[in-house]
């Protein structure tokens, strides 16, 4: 693939910053930003999978830090975009597909590139954030399920050995476990 962060190449016939190579550029540093979100993600969901829960609320820092990134990449490639649509004089909702569409060579290449890798690390992001949401339901449903049996009844062995029925008593959970 062509590497499209030379944001700064110039038209020679024209002499001025070629236009698609602007969002190439933005378009680039947001896959990149993207495969920091999975990164985090993936992170979160091994963390939880684990059972190593001291460690989640540091993995879920790390993913909101790569999210608040992520949309700040998102407001700048809507502006490159955008720019790059009204110097064509294209509509407003203009689209990747829709600059790879009439954008000269090497550029539809280069956009559909994109477009497709973008595509695939949202469906990767989708995948593991839905494991993950698996994973705390099933956490949280077990926490569930052990706090209502804290407040049973339980049945010991005696002494001499046989079974015996307790009534549930009061009990200090811990806040830091």
Do not use: K
Not at 47 to 68: I, M
Not at 142 to 171: K, W
């Amino acid at each position: 693939m062509l590497n499209p962060r030379a944001a700064d190449r110039t038209d020679a016939a024209i002499g001025r910053a070629d236009p698609f190579a602007g969002v190439a550029a933005v378009l680039w540093s947001e896959r990149e930003i993207l495969e920091r979100v999975l990164f985090a993600l993936t992170t979160e969901r091994l963390v939880l999978e684990s059972g190593q829960t001291r460690w989640l609320a540091r993995a879920d820092q790390q993913v909101q830090d790569a999210l608040e990134v992520l949309r700040t990449s998102e407001v700048l490639r809507s502006a490159e975009v955008q720019a790059l649509a009204d110097q064509l004089n294209l509509p407003f909702e203009t689209n990747l597909a829709g600059l790879a569409s009439i954008a000269p060579e090497p550029w539809p290449y280069v956009l559909n590139e994109h477009r497709t890798a973008l595509r695939d690390l949202t469906a990767e992001i989708d995948a593991v954030t839905t494991d993950i949401r698996r994973l705390l339901h099933a956490g949280a449903q077990a926490i569930g399920e052990t706090l209502d049996r804290l407040g049973d009844a339980f049945s010991a062995y005696t002494a001499n050995g046989a079974v015996a029925t307790f009534p549930a008593r009061p009990i200090f959970i811990d806040e830091q476990a």
